[in-house]
């Protein structure tokens, strides 16, 4: 059957898309050849090549192939964006073994996971982080210990002293600036960049192709703690070399690199299709609107893949006005629907459309995106390149008419290979629908007469504030550590501003009846990432349960729907 979308397909665009046999190292070591002297990385003002960069990486791959990583192995990546995650996430590849993306803002007791469940032995990170990252390790059992940890400062890959529109801002000068001594780590050893990089190791032969493993990253669900998605070098490269396509990517393209590229947009959308197509990255380590407004303006940025927030938060700048962002060509992002005001107002001062998309972890990001020549707005876009998506009834399974709501399920060559040690979660995760293997999203949704898919609900539980998926059951775990909480339920709140944020209905122990909602938001601020933070907390005598005892959030969350 003919898929409704397809009369909307731009006619320069293929259908699907061959997926190429090589390695994503393949396509900075061409890219190195190709253009040795184009700018791949700026940041700060400090600019480094695409022949320095692979340079690099093969230095660093040197040192972990002497450290002992092997083809497959695991390697933890803990960092803000800034270069050496680029060169570090590269050399992992190069060295033949499997990239771990990690948030940095998680605390210690939310990276024993980390470093656990995928069997990691070598992590690499910042200054800023390697005390939390040792902290976690130190912790474990002598045999799930980190055996190296290789420690960056952010001055080594820029001048402290740069001064103008690029240098960082005034209250980032001391997270950057400072230079944290290395931390000790029990049963291994950590070493500096400096030395990792001048190590003079050879890197090994490069022996990995499409079908090996090439990144784990970590996704939660409703259940327990996170869980690592397989993904091989085709998916990732089928999404970075559908982006240049869908996208018109070029050599000339400038893309401002501000959505952490710890997550999977950043690490597909924004670092490999960038690199792919030898484009330049304006790398920012985290969001500040006025610093984003002088980078687009100074180095022209055609490109900036975002978060609605962050639009919304540079427009509303005093200093907008005396911003140029004549340069961009391509605006656009997901996470988050925009608000169809800022679309509108985009689409009339500067001639962009806003590009939503729509994707997951175990999809490569991207599995659904508006195409330029028709938008629509607070729309989830069509099925990808060589994407089949449907809209089904998540207990029959069957398809749903147009307009109805469903759960949208997806095939393609950018879905996952599967959970990492966990074939229960990968089996129920799948389904076989017309005879091919559709990936189970979660999340309900619709498609109009035209094809176009759009967010209706979800049926995973889940927060979503500012962007960052917050998922309540791993919340809820780290919450039952604290000596006073008896029982602890995390529901989502509306928020003006980041959309959802957590909050959290908590059941006292009787010994400890005088904690403070304070109190207990300050331990969560030790014990979890920032943006897991219950910004509220309800306190009750018990919790609604089920007759098999199961905490029914539900209906606390429709209490709080209601409420608000």
């Not at 890219?31 to 940041?43: G, I, T």
């Not at 320095?52 to 803990?78: F, I, N, P, W, Y």
């Not at 069509?382 to 095939?411: A, C, F, K, W």
Request: charged residues 20%.
């Amino acid at each position: 059957m003919e898929r409704p979308h397809y009369k909307f397909w731009p006619q320069r665009l293929p259908r699907s898309i061959a997926v190429p046999a090589t390695s994503l190292w393949h396509n900075l070591k061409t890219n190195a050849e190709r253009f040795p002297d184009k700018l791949a990385m700026v940041f700060f003002g400090s600019e480094i090549t695409y022949r320095e960069l692979a340079s690099q990486v093969e230095r660093l791959a040197g040192t972990l192939h002497a450290l002992g990583v092997k083809r497959g192995d695991r390697v933890v990546l803990d960092m803000q964006n800034c270069p050496q995650l680029v060169i570090a996430h590269f050399a992992i590849l190069r060295a033949n073994a499997v990239v771990v993306p990690v948030n940095p803002m998680n605390r210690a007791e939310e990276l024993k996971h980390y470093i656990t469940d995928p069997d990691a032995k070598v992590a690499i990170t910042t200054g800023d982080l390697a005390a939390e990252l040792a902290k976690a390790s130190n912790a474990l059992a002598p045999k799930d210990r980190l055996a190296h940890m290789i420690v960056t400062q952010f001055t080594d890959t820029f001048d402290p002293a740069m001064t103008g529109d690029e240098a960082p801002p005034p209250a980032w000068r001391d997270w950057l600036l400072t230079r944290h001594p290395l931390p000790e780590l029990q049963d291994g050893k950590a070493m500096t960049w400096t030395d990792a990089m001048n190590a003079g190791h050879a890197a090994p032969e490069h022996v990995v192709g499409a079908n090996d493993m090439a990144l784990l990253p970590y996704t939660s669900g409703t259940t327990g703690l996170p869980k690592g998605c397989i993904h091989n070098h085709s998916s990732l490269n089928h999404n970075a070399f559908a982006g240049q396509i869908w996208g018109l990517g070029s050599s000339e393209v400038v893309v401002l690199a501000v959505v952490p590229m710890f997550h999977i947009t950043g690490v597909v959308s924004v670092m490999h299709t960038t690199i792919l197509i030898a484009g330049t990255l304006v790398i920012m380590p985290r969001w500040d609107r006025d610093m984003a407004g002088r980078l687009i303006s100074r180095r022209k940025v055609t490109s900036w893949t975002n978060i609605p927030t962050m639009v919304i938060d540079l427009m509303a700048s005093p200093s907008f006005a005396n911003y140029d962002l004549s340069s961009l060509s391509y605006i656009g992002g997901g996470g988050a629907a925009m608000p169809q005001a800022i679309a509108q107002r985009l689409l009339e001062q500067f001639g962009l459309k806003y590009q939503e998309g729509y994707g997951l972890t175990e999809t490569a990001a991207p599995s659904h995106a508006n195409p330029f020549e028709n938008p629509k707005q607070q729309c989830l876009g069509i099925p990808y390149m060589s994407t089949d998506s449907r809209v089904v009834d998540p207990d029959t399974l069957q398809e749903m008419p147009i307009g109805e709501s469903g759960e949208i399920i997806t095939h393609g060559p950018e879905v996952f290979q599967g959970y990492w040690k966990r074939p229960d979660a990968t089996a129920a995760a799948f389904v076989e629908f017309e005879g091919k293997r559709f990936f189970r999203s979660g999340d309900m949704g619709r498609m109009d007469e035209d094809g176009y898919f759009f967010m209706t609900d979800r049926l995973k539980r889940m927060i979503n504030a500012s962007g960052f998926k917050v998922w309540p059951a791993e919340v809820e775990l780290l919450m039952f550590k604290h000596p006073a909480i008896q029982e602890a339920c995390v529901i989502a709140m509306k928020d003006a501003y980041r959309g959802e944020s957590v909050k959290a209905v908590v059941v006292l122990r009787p010994t400890h009846k005088d904690t403070t909602e304070q109190q207990i938001i300050d331990w969560c601020r030790e014990n979890m990432a920032v943006y897991k933070i219950p910004r509220a907390v309800q306190f009750v005598d018990a919790l609604p349960k089920s007759g098999s005892g199961k905490v029914m959030w539900r209906l606390l969350q429709e209490a709080e729907s209601k409420g608000a």
